[in-house]
């Protein structure tokens, strides 16, 4: 079986990936909720038939080129069980992540993304944005990328233009009142979106808060490796660093091109518990 290089998994999995988001785009507005039973939560039950539709179109071609991989696939779909269990090589895939608020509702950016785990720590990393038709792409020590709707792919740069903030839904009231104090104008995003935020034209900075005991889960840890080959600064609480390695916990997720608009994101974070 061929290696599977992290310059590879990008060439191999990006037309997947953009097919994908063409696929959840297509049918936004035009499929229904089918929940997962026994989920914990609205948000984690969410499925529909484009979520399934979309998590094929990524994982034939990667199943076809390198069964080998083990892969940890949010839907439980056809092509799944044909992956191997274990492996050198993870694949983590999410075919729509924010299924509930972001694609059913449209109260936010959603994302299709796909990440290949070596050692613990991503390698490479695929995130598209359908509704805004954006598509990034990094591999570990090389460039980070962005494709533009109708464009040709260039260097994505963390420019954080513009004064959105992008924040996870369930925020607390004084922290969206901090950051707004700040003129900051706030609105909610899926994680993986939230990740890159300000890679976004117009989006100034991201700020997550982890659900549950599980924190910033290890999907949404795809975009992290964009954003910091892109060259924006990430951190989690009390001013630590986001981790690289994905066994290490993380609850929050600050993301930022300046230091100074980190900062007013501690400030923020800092009245959630006040």
Do not use: W
């Amino acid at each position: 079986m061929a290696e599977l290089s992290p310059t590879g998994f990008v060439e191999l999995l990006a037309p997947a990936v953009r097919q994908a988001a063409s696929i959840a785009r297509a049918l936004e507005g035009r499929v229904q909720n089918r929940p997962k039973a026994a989920e914990a939560s609205d948000v984690k039950a969410a499925l529909t038939i484009a979520d399934s539709a979309a998590q094929e179109a990524i994982l034939v071609p990667l199943l076809e080129r390198f069964p080998g991989v083990a892969l940890r696939a949010e839907e439980d779909t056809p092509s799944v069980p044909g992956f191997a269990r274990e492996g050198d090589d993870l694949v983590v895939v999410d075919p729509i992540d924010g299924t509930l608020r972001s694609y059913l509702e449209g109260r936010g950016p959603y994302a299709v993304m796909a990440g290949l785990v070596r050692r613990g720590d991503y390698e490479a990393a695929l995130v598209a944005l359908p509704r805004e038709g954006l598509f990034f792409d990094a591999v570990r020590g090389g460039p980070a990328r962005l494709t533009p709707p109708r464009g040709r792919p260039r260097p994505a740069r963390a420019e954080g233009s513009g004064s959105r903030v992008l924040v996870s839904y369930g925020l607390p009231d004084p922290v969206i009142e901090r950051l707004e104090g700040h003129g900051f104008e706030v609105a909610y995003g899926c994680g993986g979106a939230i990740a890159v935020a300000p890679l976004i034209p117009g989006v100034r900075a991201g700020l997550r808060i982890g659900n549950g005991h599980e924190g910033i889960s290890i999907r949404g840890r795809i975009g992290a490796l964009i954003a910091r080959e892109a060259g924006a600064l990430l951190e989690s609480e009390g001013g630590a660093g986001f981790p690289t390695t994905l066994d290490a916990p993380a609850r929050v997720l600050l993301v930022a091109a300046r230091e100074d608009d980190l900062g007013v994101l501690r400030e923020a974070l800092a009245a959630a518990s006040a």
